[in-house]
C-alpha cells in the first residue's frame, strides 16, 4: 500500500487542521492506521491509532481529547482532525500502515508502510 498525506501548514495557538491519508492499492480495510510525528532533534512518536474497521481508536496522552482519528474504508483514507493546537506539536506528521498485527498499537516498528510526512507549525 502506498500512503501519501497531506493538510499540513501554519496555525496559530489554539487554531485546528485537518490531515488526511490517501492510500493507494488494495485491501485499505486489513491495515491498522495510524498517525506519527516527529519533531526536530526528536524521536518519531506515536499520536494515534485506528483499527481496522474504525470501531476502536488509541491515543497518546499528550493529544487525548484533542485530537481525533477516523477512516473510511471506501475511500481508502484516514484523517486526523487536530483541535486546540499547541505550539509543542508542531512537527512533520506521517500516516503509516500495520498489515501484520490485528490489535492497534503505538510502537512505529509494528507498521510496515509510511507516508511522506507532512508538516504542522503551530505559532504561539
Known amino acids: 500500500v502506498q500512503l501519501q498525506a497531506s493538510g499540513g501548514g501554519l496555525v496559530q495557538a489554539g487554531g485546528s487542521l485537518r490531515l488526511s491519508c490517501a492510500a493507494s492499492?488494495?485491501?485499505?480495510?486489513?491495515?491498522?492506521m495510524g498517525w506519527f510525528r516527529q519533531a526536530p532533534a526528536k524521536e518519531r512518536e506515536f499520536v494515534a491509532a485506528?483499527?481496522?474497521?474504525?470501531?476502536?481508536?488509541l491515543y497518546a496522552d499528550s493529544v487525548k481529547g484533542r485530537f481525533t482519528i477516523s477512516r473510511d474504508n471506501a475511500k481508502k483514507s484516514v484523517s486526523l482532525q487536530m483541535n486546540s493546537l499547541k505550539p509543542e506539536d508542531t512537527a512533520v506528521y506521517y500516516c503509516a500502515a500495520d498489515g501484520r498485527y490485528s490489535g492497534i498499537g503505538s510502537n512505529p516498528n509494528e507498521y510496515d508502510y509510511w507516508g511522506q510526512g507532512t508538516q504542522v507549525t503551530v505559532s504561539s
Open positions: 492499492g488494495q485491501s485499505f480495510s486489513r491495515y491498522v
Open positions: 485506528v483499527s481496522k474497521g474504525g470501531g476502536s481508536t
